[in-house]
Nanobody, 123 residues
């Protein structure tokens, strides 16, 4: 199983980025997908989750209204559209796949993880 995250970069506050996570080696449509992030010196935190069919989504409060998670099961890819970025959004962003949960918010609920992509928001 491989999850390949991409799309990170350096952006000014108020800008946008779109992260992608391409999955292989698993039946993608059978997994709930999530995005987490980890800033230096902090624990990994939940950002957003998407159900298997992409119908239901869930967000942590600090990104609600700014970030949108979506998936394309035909392309085995999950996305995180990030708008109105803030310096506090700076972190390494990880995608993850959960076999037994659809909108899980805890890291231990996820079976597979991507390698992470750096997002840096300057003020």
């Amino acid at each position: 199983v491989q999850l390949q995250a991409s799309g990170g970069g350096l952006v000014q506050a108020g800008g946008s980025l779109r992260l992608s996570c391409a999955a292989s080696g698993l039946t993608f449509s059978s997994y709930g997908m999530g995005w987490f992030r980890q800033a230096p010196g902090k624990e990994r935190e939940f950002v957003a989750a998407c159900s298997r069919a992409g119908i239901s989504t869930y967000y942590t409060g600090s990104v609600k209204g700014r970030f949108t998670i979506s998936r394309d099961n035909a392309k085995n890819t999950v996305y995180l559209q990030m708008n109105s970025l803030k310096p506090e959004d700076t972190a390494v962003y990880y995608c993850a796949a959960a076999k037994n949960y659809e909108l899980a918010t805890t890291p231990r609920s996820y079976n597979y993880w991507g390698q992470g992509t750096q997002v840096t928001v300057s003020s």
